[in-house]
């Protein structure tokens, strides 16, 4: 019988977090999937999009310009009616 991957679950993240709290960090090297934050009403993502800085802590699909992309992404996400932020799992580049 073949294997079959299971669904992804979608990401529960925590996007804020109360001043003063400790975090845990991760410095990510090229290759690593990670969980990032999408801007809130970006364009929709679909997995394999190149994906840059918005330049405020989260990722935005890029158009080609600029051409710093920094991830693909490895999940699907259409936040472009959405007022917040949410996670997405990408590769970094």
């Known amino acids: 019988m073949p294997l079959v991957p299971p669904e992804p679950t979608p990401c529960t993240a925590p996007l804020?977090?109360?001043s003063g709290e400790r975090v845990t960090f991760l410095l990510a090297k090229k290759g690593d999937?990670?969980?990032a934050r999408v801007k809130a009403a970006?364009?929709?993502i679909v997995v394999g999009d190149k994906l840059i800085?918005?330049?405020d802590?989260?990722?935005i699909k890029?158009?080609?310009t600029p051409v710093d992309t920094v991830a693909i992404a490895l999940d699907a996400v259409d936040n472009s009616a959405g007022a917040a932020e949410v996670m997405i799992r990408v590769?970094?580049?």
């Open 16 to 18: 804020a977090y109360a």
């Open 33 to 35: 999937a990670v969980l």
């Open 42 to 44: 970006a364009v929709a």
């Open 53 to 55: 800085s918005a330049g």
């Open 57 to 59: 802590g989260t990722l």
């Open 62 to 64: 890029t158009t080609g």
């Open 91 to 93: 590769r970094v580049l």
